[in-house]
Nanobody, 116 residues
């Protein structure tokens, strides 16, 4: 049973930075992509950033130029570097891994709070 463990959330003032990490406890065969979603209070969960098996990255418009997704060479850990944070970035952030048959694995969520 693969588990994803997140770390790195916290409280930061606007303009600050945080780095989220998500490590898989085991190997996921036929990995297709890794990434991060977030869910703010009263809002739907949204895809924030994604990195494909080949390394192609994509971001939601609101974080482009501020957030960077990366992974380790073994493809067992995914990171989200968040710079120039804004209060509207406040949310619970969830990492995910998805395999080629669209089986999703989720982290437990980590709270990010940005004060104005």
């Amino acid at each position: 049973q693969v588990q994803l463990v997140e770390s790195g959330g916290g409280y930061v003032q606007a303009g600050g930075s945080l780095r989220l990490s998500c490590a898989a406890s085991g190997s996921i065969f036929n990995l297709s992509a890794m990434g991060w979603h977030r869910q703010a209070p009263g809002k739907q969960r949204e895809l924030v950033a994604r990195i494909s098996r080949s390394g192609t990255t994509s971001y939601t418009d609101s974080v482009k130029g501020r957030f960077t997704i990366s992974r380790d060479n073994a493809k067992t850990t995914v990171y989200l570097q968040m710079n120039s944070l804004k209060p509207e970035d406040t949310a619970v952030y969830y990492c995910f891994f998805v395999d080629v048959v669209l089986r999703n694995y989720w982290g437990q969520g980590t709270q990010v709070t940005v004060s104005s």
